[in-house]
Every structure is written in C-alpha cells, then in structure tokens.
C-alpha cells in the first residue's frame, strides 16, 4: 500500500501550471512539524505536494498561505540518470486529498 498522510501548514503561494496536454497541476509547499528541533534550529520540514486534475480547482478556491491543513496522498518515485551517469533518486508527493484543518 503506498500512501502518505501529511498534516501542516501551507508554506507559500501555491503555484499552477498546465502541461503542453492541457492537464492542470498544482504545486504546494507544506511546512510539516518536527517531534524536535535540529542542531540549525529548524522545527519543520519543507515538502513540495503535487495536485493533478480536478484536485486543483479545490486547491486554487479553498487554500491559502498559513491555513492548516491535511494531505493524503502517495509517493511516487522519479529516478534518471544525468548526463554525467549518475543516478538521481527522487520522490514525488501527489496529493489525492485535502482538507482545511482549522
């Protein structure tokens, strides 16, 4: 089972774009609590959640920076190889739901 579940807030403006398929996407950074502080001071994570489809319209009317809220969803992984050979491991967050918290 992959699924992901993701309580924070709303870190900056959410972005939206369209790929050339014309396929709506939204991109959210979400600042999710830590149970404790790191040696830099930090008490948060930063996670980048993708939104496809009919998703965005409830992103884009109902969210803005600062609100709470709760995501689930799931991981997806991009892995590519640079021009160098190098292999580049990376996972995606794709948003399924979300909801306002407070």
């Known amino acids: 089972m992959n699924q992901i579940f993701?309580?924070?807030?709303?870190?900056?403006p959410v972005t939206f774009k369209e790929t050339a398929a014309n396929i709506k996407m939204a991109q959210a950074v979400?600042?999710?609590?830590?149970?404790?502080q790191s040696s830099?001071?930090?008490d948060s994570d930063l996670y980048?959640?993708?939104?496809w489809r009919n998703n965005?319209?409830?992103?884009?009317?109902?969210?803005?920076?600062?609100?709470?809220?709760?995501?689930r969803g799931?991981?997806?992984?991009?892995n590519?190889?640079?021009d160098t050979q190098e292999v580049i491991y990376r996972a995606e967050i794709t948003g399924?739901?979300?909801?306002?918290?407070?």
């Open 56 to 71: 965005v319209d409830e992103v884009r009317d109902k969210f803005q920076v600062g609100d709470l809220v709760a995501i």
């Open 40 to 42: 830099e001071g930090t």
């Open 74 to 78: 799931r991981l997806s992984a991009n």
């Open 48 to 51: 980048q959640v993708n939104f």
């Open 30 to 36: 979400i600042a999710v609590k830590r149970s404790y």
């Open 80 to 82: 590519f190889v640079k």
């Open 6 to 12: 993701l309580v924070g807030r709303i870190y900056e």
């Open 96 to 102: 399924e739901r979300i909801s306002l918290i407070d």
